[in-house]
């Protein structure tokens, strides 16, 4: 019996299968594979909410004074590591559920997703209204960091199984959606809390309610459309290349082998470079340029240009991840490696011209590039690895977002704090740390270079699994 | 019946991201006022 013919009984014996099972979702002959980046769309635009976490800062530094924070009111460090044990958790958990995710199937991870962050948003709404900073942490922090993970790898080798010819647009659109949840986040959290604010309370409680509920519903919606692909499924008119490129396999790796290659850890260095360097612009953003530009940018100008970054951060996913299903994963990232240190160079002197236009433009090149590390690196490890465990070799290299998550808020932060304190002129103190993230760049365009194809002899044999 | 299932889909996915990316550009536009 056929690979495809058993899926085809699978897909029909019902009878005896959960809902969630993987068998009960592939696709029938003739399926349109464009109705699956929906799914994975619903699913990322809800979990790209913790971008948008900052919403709540201040909010929540109010809850027992509404207009101003009281003494027994949380502050602002220990709000801040909400997010940092979130960060943390996706990690943690797309490391450790990779595999899980591979054999349970893209709808049972997708619902496991949706009910860690939608749940993770209603145990804090109870941390909230029993000011108990613990159920913060656990709800957004734990729960929620889960539901971050398994849900953003959740889709990625659905996709790539989908899209062969194009794998690179495919997890681009999917992961384009991360960037764009802020979008969407920051609103809807700003509506919801002035919807809900009156004299005695900050709306904050009633905001996370809704907002676990609408998240919940919405991620769900992604788990009951989305399909995978029968077995040796392929787009019509399109085969796998009978002369593999240099760097892209038709081979596959097992995850348990792929992560003690050299391979993996050179791409793992790449992303945390990519990223912490990354972080260095967002996470100082609205400072920086009203800093840079004093007098001539104010908060509120310097809240849009933060909402543009956005903008950039999310459009670059989609761009530089296309970009790479033609030029290659490899010369994608020395674009983002060599512009990117050319860009970092060249902000502190676009300050001092005072050309608010460049500095901009600059910027948002920046976290264009940003963005298309996270989206271009599936593919890449496609190509490297292979599609069998690709979604399983995500989640353990998302390790390095986690790492970078911590590292690049810090050391900016570490660095312009030794600054100030040293006398240097604030406008002037983000000079060193961008030309810190331009040493960053550097060796992740070394490890960049030195990525090559992985010895045969780690090749999986036999079937799939 | 096939495509206008696609059209739905992509449309309950597309529509609150257009919502936020006018939200943002409004924003953003404060930047050059």
Redesign the interface.
């Known amino acids: 019996m056929s690979a495809s013919t058993r899926d085809a009984l699978a897909a029909n014996d019902t009878g005896s299968r959960g809902f969630f099972d993987r068998r009960r979702t592939i696709a029938p002959p003739g399926y349109?594979r464009?109705?699956v980046p929906?799914a994975a769309?619903?699913v990322h635009?809800s979990i790209g909410q913790a971008y948008a976490f900052s919403t709540f800062n201040i909010p929540l530094t109010k809850l027992l004074g509404i207009t101003q924070p009281a003494s027994a009111d949380w502050t602002a460090v220990q709000i801040g590591w909400t997010f940092s044990i979130a960060i943390l958790f996706l990690g943690a958990s797309a490391a450790l559920f990779g595999r899980w995710v591979e054999r349970a199937g893209p709808r049972q991870a997708m619902a496991v997703a949706a009910a860690c962050f939608g749940g993770g948003f209603l145990v804090s709404a109870l941390g909230i209204q029993s000011h108990q900073i613990a159920l913060l942490y656990l709800g957004y922090g734990v729960l929620g960091g889960c539901g971050l993970g398994i849900g953003y790898i959740s889709p990625v080798s659905t996709l790539i199984k989908w899209f062969p010819d194009r794998p690179g647009m495919a997890t681009g659109m999917a992961i384009m959606?991360f960037g764009?949840g802020?979008?969407?986040?920051?609103?809807?959290s700003l509506l919801l809390m002035n919807h809900f604010k009156t004299a005695t309370s900050t709306g904050i409680y009633e905001t996370f309610l809704c907002m676990g509920i609408i998240y919940f519903v919405f991620m769900m919606?992604g788990a009951l459309?989305v399909r995978v692909p029968p077995t040796d499924w392929r787009p019509e008119g399109w085969a796998p290349p009978l002369q593999a490129k240099a760097l892209v396999t038709n081979a596959n790796v097992a995850v348990g082998t792929a992560w003690r290659t050299k391979q993996f850890w050179l791409l793992w260095v790449v992303l945390c470079m990519n990223v912490t360097a990354g972080i260095g612009i967002l996470s100082q953003a609205s400072p920086m340029i009203q800093e840079m530009f004093t007098g001539r940018?104010?908060a509120?100008?310097?809240?849009?240009?933060v909402?543009?970054l956005?903008?950039f951060n999310m459009g670059g996913r989609f761009f530089w991840a296309s970009i790479s299903d033609y030029i290659g994963r490899k010369s994608t990232y020395v674009v983002f490696f060599v512009l990117g240190i050319a860009l970092y160079a060249a902000v502190p002197t676009l300050g001092a011209l005072g050309s608010?236009g460049l500095f901009?433009i600059a910027c948002g090149v920046i976290l264009s590039m940003y963005g298309g590390g996270f989206a271009t690196i599936p593919a890449y490890l496609r190509d490297i690895f292979g599609g069998m465990h690709v979604g399983a070799i995500h989640g353990r290299l998302l390790t390095a977002w986690a790492t970078a998550g911590v590292l690049g808020p810090v050391l900016v932060n570490y660095i312009r704090k030794f600054q100030i304190d040293s006398g240097v002129p604030k406008a002037q103190a983000y000079s060193v740390t961008l030309y810190i993230m331009c040493g960053l760049l550097l060796i992740g365009l070394l490890c960049n270079l030195a990525v090559k194809a992985v010895d045969p002899e780690h090749h999986h044999r036999g079937q799939e699994k | 019946m096939?495509k206008l299932?696609?059209a739905v889909?992509?449309l309950?996915?597309s529509l609150?991201?257009a919502?936020?990316?006018w939200?943002?550009?409004q924003?953003?536009?404060?930047?050059f006022?």
């Not at chain 2, 924003?27 to 930047?31: F, P, R, T």
């Open positions: 349109n464009f109705l929906p769309l619903a635009l959606g764009g802020a979008l969407i986040a920051a609103p809807l919606f459309i940018v104010s509120a100008a310097a809240a849009g240009f909402g543009l956005s903008l608010t901009v | 096939a299932k696609l889909l992509w309950i996915v609150p991201l919502w936020g990316i939200k943002t550009l924003n953003a536009m404060k930047l006022e």
